[in-house]
């Protein structure tokens, strides 16, 4: 065994004229492992990757010939534990053969600096092994590589600085005019166009480093969809993003959340998590208008967590987009829904339950059955109960004009009790 010391400066020396050239740097860390040896950026795209002889996998040539690993195989490689432990660990990570994908054996270790994924350098070892020393090589090489990308993100970093700071001043009004906003967003490379939207994901805690480099594996691994600008604001993590997609937006912006999300809860058991949008613009003017949307959408779920348990979209919420104001309006005009009163007086006085009967079935559109199943009674039940609803209130539950306006009426009532 080599002293460390000695080793370390034998390692420098091998990789001494790779610095500006990733491809050499591959091929040099291949012929000193003995093996063939791809290097990753984050989003597991190829960075470089060496020669190899005709004994390869079919999980590398499909890597170097799309130029990013396919996706099923990051999905086999989560579901194993393999990134997990890449994510958790500085040290080489044994990868045992993955059959049914295709996948030979490898040894990969990450490329970070401090907890900030970088990329991945993966070995295919086929049915050879990696000894000590060689481990420490693959170790060591990471190191240089990590060098080599840190090299190029140091203008990243800063770039992104000066998107948040903007992104910042979009999202409170502070730019509030379409030529002053193109103007800033170039100067930042920034492309503002297309239907954009944004979309809040909130967690149960503030955002700790551990959960920040998950999101960001996720962000930059997805389709469909492209993130313009990104910024967590302590339990938030709020998204601008530009759709792709010319058919159903709001269907592929609630498909992303519901995605992220469950792909977040698969690395992250433990991490609770929401997620909602405000509407899509054209004009960049209005992403402040989007912004407070979603997180209204937000506030409206706390209020009414089972009408809206299934909603992630402002523009899904209906009636409910509205319902803040009609609840300053009627507490400006004392209003009383003389019906929902007289109900309640009735309930009082006979011990009986007619206003929920009520609720629930303006709840379920009038439909009986299901009605009456949700709050365990028979239909004859329940149909008597709403013949004595009539009776006492007038109401017409034919009309529907009546019976929007109680249904929103029972809704403000609900809010009224929570602000109480």
């Not at 003995?34 to 984050?42: G, Q």
């Not at 490898?106 to 481990?135: M, P, Y």
């Not at 959960?211 to 997805?222: A, G, S």
């Not at 058991?269 to 509407?279: E, I, L, W």
Request: proline content about 2%; hydrophobic content about 35%; charged content about 30%.
């Amino acid at each position: 065994m080599i002293h460390s010391q000695l080793r370390n400066e034998v390692i420098s020396e091998m990789f001494k004229d790779t610095f500006d050239s990733p491809d050499l740097l591959a091929e040099r860390i291949g012929e000193a492992l003995e093996c063939p040896i791809t290097i990753e950026d984050s989003k597991h795209g190829i960075i470089s990757y060496s020669k190899h002889k005709q004994d390869i996998d079919e999980v590398r040539i499909a890597t170097i010939m799309s130029r990013k690993v396919p996706d099923n195989i990051i999905n086999s490689l989560w579901k194993s534990g393999v990134m997990t432990e890449l994510f958790e660990s500085d040290e080489p990570v044994i990868v045992p053969a993955i059959k049914e994908v295709g996948l030979g054996n490898r040894v990969a270790v990450s490329i970070r600096k401090n907890n900030k994924i970088l990329g991945f350098i993966w070995a295919h070892t086929s049915d050879s092994f990696l000894d000590e020393e060689k481990l420490y090589i693959l170790k060591k090489s990471a190191q240089i590589v990590k060098n080599q990308l840190l090299q190029k993100r140091i203008k990243k970093v800063k770039e992104e600085e000066n998107h948040q700071e903007f992104f910042w001043r979009l999202l409170t009004g502070q730019l509030n005019e379409k030529e002053v906003i193109v103007e800033q967003a170039k100067e930042y490379g920034i492309e503002l166009y297309g239907r954009q939207a944004i979309t809040v994901l909130e967690f149960d805690l503030e955002i700790s480093e551990t959960v920040e480099k998950h999101i960001n594996y996720l962000l930059e691994t997805l389709h469909r969809i492209h993130v313009v600008c990104r910024l967590i604001d302590q339990n938030q993590l709020i998204l601008l993003i530009r759709l792709n997609d010319n058919n159903d937006s709001t269907m592929i912006l609630n498909q992303f959340l519901k995605h992220f999300i469950q792909k977040l809860r698969l690395r992250l058991p433990t991490a609770n998590v929401r997620g909602s949008s405000g509407a899509i613009y054209m004009n960049p003017e209005y992403i402040k208008d989007s912004y407070h949307q979603a997180l209204k959408v937000l506030t409206l779920k706390d209020k009414f967590p089972k009408e809206l348990q299934l909603i992630s979209s402002y523009q899904e919420l209906g009636i409910y987009q509205f319902i803040d104001e009609l609840q300053k309006k009627q507490t400006r005009e004392n209003y009383q829904n003389r019906s929902i009163e007289k109900l309640k007086h009735y309930d009082q006085q006979n011990n009986t339950e007619l206003l929920e009967t009520l609720k629930v079935y303006l709840e379920f559109d009038s439909n009986v059955r299901e009605a009456a199943s949700s709050i365990h009674v028979h239909t004859n039940t329940l149909n008597y109960r709403i013949k004595r609803i009539i009776d006492i209130t007038g109401i017409d539950l034919k009309d529907t004009n009546q019976k929007v306006c109680l249904y929103l009426d029972l809704q403000l009532e609900k809010l009224k009790k929570k602000s109480l």
